[in-house]
């Protein structure tokens, strides 16, 4: 799944240079089999906005898949000063 996020800092500056380690993912309420998530990869960066390749990870032998219904995710950006978060709702159908 894509999710575009944009990030600036305090002063409203879009923030460039994000890498995969710079942004921390959580599911709060997911369908059935499918709330284990990380990204995967994050592309773009100009004038701070990523696209965020976030998948189904494999948790104890069991490899997650998406469900239908809704996804709300609560993203946190932590580098240095370059801290926030955003909740972003997706369906799945």
């Avoid at 990030?7 to 240079?17: I, M």
């Avoid at 965020?52 to 932590?78: H, K, M």
Wanted: aromatic residues 10%; proline residues 2%; negative net charge.
């Amino acid at each position: 799944m894509l999710l575009v996020v944009s990030v600036t800092d305090t002063d409203g500056v879009p923030v460039g240079g994000l890498a995969v380690a710079d942004f921390r993912i959580r599911a709060t309420i997911v369908g059935a089999g499918g709330s284990l998530i990380e990204i995967a990869s994050v592309g773009g960066g100009q004038q701070g906005d990523y696209v965020l390749n976030v998948v189904p990870v494999t948790y104890q032998g069991t490899q997650y898949t998406w469900a239908y219904g809704r996804y709300i995710f609560v993203f946190a950006v932590t580098r240095g000063g370059d801290q926030g978060q955003t909740v972003c709702a997706v369906f799945v159908h």
